[in-house]
């Protein structure tokens, strides 16, 4: 098992662009979404819309799921296909209207974008705070150890 910190998942997933967040309808049917997050202060924030599908589940239940992708790459070698890196976490969304998001998140998340065209749905921050572990796969160790899942597997507090 690979040894990480806290703060070293923390490293990994303040460089990232993506994650996939998983929620539960107010139907009780799972779905996910891809999202791109930015990390602010140990939360990972994402925007949306109020008409948008995740923004009515996330509402209804703000008890998620996440999973970010680390991608892997051969240097010099890139058509070799790598599977990528994993963090995974259990956590909950807060939303917020994007004008009350934290500044760091706003800038970085709407890079100037003005906050009009409430006809499509006022736009709105979610802010994810990890609880419990994050459980990696692949972070902090090299390709060849990936191949063996006991030395690929981590495990560290999200606090």
């Known amino acids: 098992m690979v040894e990480l910190s806290t703060d070293d998942v923390w490293r990994v997933l303040e460089k990232q662009n993506f994650m996939v ?70 956590g909950v969304a807060q939303i917020l209207p994007a004008t009350q998001m934290p500044p760091g998140a706003r800038e970085k998340l709407l890079r100037g974008l003005e906050l009009g065209g409430a006809e499509r749905g006022a736009l709105i921050g979610v802010g994810v705070r990890p609880a419990g572990d994050f459980v990696t796969y692949g972070v902090g160790c090299s390709l060849l150890e990936m191949r063996d899942t006991e030395m690929a597997r981590g495990r560290a507090p999200t606090a």
């Open 21 to 90: 967040i998983g929620m539960v309808s107010a139907r009780g049917m799972a779905r996910t979404a891809g999202v791109m997050p930015c990390v602010v202060e140990r939360v990972l924030w994402f925007t949306t819309n109020t008409q948008e599908w995740k923004a009515k589940h996330l509402a209804a239940n703000p008890e998620v799921s996440a999973t970010v992708p680390i991608p892997k790459r051969i240097p010099f070698v890139p058509w070799v296909q790598i599977p990528a890196a994993t963090v995974t976490f259990a």
